[in-house]
């Protein structure tokens, strides 16, 4: 099964800076590259995602790049915010799996005013 | 409004008593699944669901029952609940059986063992 480690597990950074959280998978089958966000006393709701025929996804603030060879992804986000204080999670996962996703173990994003 | 509503939202119950987590959802999903979040661990599927009569284990299954006589629903169910089985339980659903669709959860359920 897919083996997935996300780095770091806590995190700090001051309004307005950028924070980049990233993700390391093992499966090489693995096509389908989700970032999730999880606020306080809510469930996960997906942000961003990337395939594996792309190399970087860029959405307003928050943006994703994949190394497939070195079978990593990262999540960018810049400018950060307040609201952006959340857990983040990934989950790589392959099309072609009947089971559904395999997160990490999430990052704790503390955006400090 | 689209969604995946889960109840209760908060529980707490002693070891041994039956108890049910219903999940709903209203966007005619093939495919739901349960999972935990326990601290450090991130999110552990439980069991899924690729369709009606269709559910199959997932990472962490032992102690757990679930059903799926109807597209919406997917209950789960706890036959002896012990105090290991503390955690944030979340309900997900997805378009299709594929592991590349967006997932959509629910708000959780907080258990407590006791």
């Known amino acids: 099964g897919e083996n997935v480690e996300q780095h770091p597990s806590t995190l700090s950074v001051q309004e307005g800076d950028s924070a980049v959280i990233k993700c390391t998978y093992s499966?090489?089958?693995?096509?389908?590259f989700p970032w999730y966000k999880q606020e306080l006393g809510k469930g996960p709701q997906l942000i961003i995602d990337i395939r594996s025929n792309v190399g970087e996804k860029k959405d307003q603030r928050i943006a994703v790049t994949l190394n497939k060879t070195a079978k990593h992804f990262s999540l960018h986000i810049t400018e950060t915010q307040p609201e952006d204080s959340a857990v983040y999670f990934c989950?790589?996962?392959?099309?072609?799996?009947?089971?559904?996703?395999?997160f990490g173990s999430g990052t704790q994003l503390t955006v400090l005013p | 409004e689209a969604q995946v509503t889960q109840n209760p939202r908060y529980l707490i119950t002693v070891t041994g008593k039956k108890l049910t987590v219903t999940c709903s959802q209203n966007?005619?999903?093939?495919?739901m699944s349960w999972y935990r979040q326990d601290p450090g661990l991130g999110l552990r599927q439980i069991y899924y669901?690729?369709?009606?009569?269709?559910?199959d284990k997932g990472d962490v299954p032992e102690g757990y029952k679930v059903s799926r006589k109807e597209k919406r629903n997917f209950p789960l169910i706890l036959e002896s609940p012990s105090p290991n089985q503390t955690s944030l339980y979340f309900c997900?659903?997805?378009?299709?059986?594929?592991?590349?669709?967006?997932?959509?959860f629910g708000q959780g359920t907080r258990l407590t063992v006791v």
């Open positions: 989950a790589p996962s392959s099309s072609g799996s009947a089971r559904q996703l395999t």
């Open positions: 499966d090489s089958a693995s096509n389908y």
């Open positions: 997900a659903s997805s378009i299709n059986r594929g592991a590349d669709t967006e997932a959509f």
């Open positions: 669901s690729m369709n009606v009569e269709v559910t």
């Open positions: 966007m005619n999903h093939e495919y």
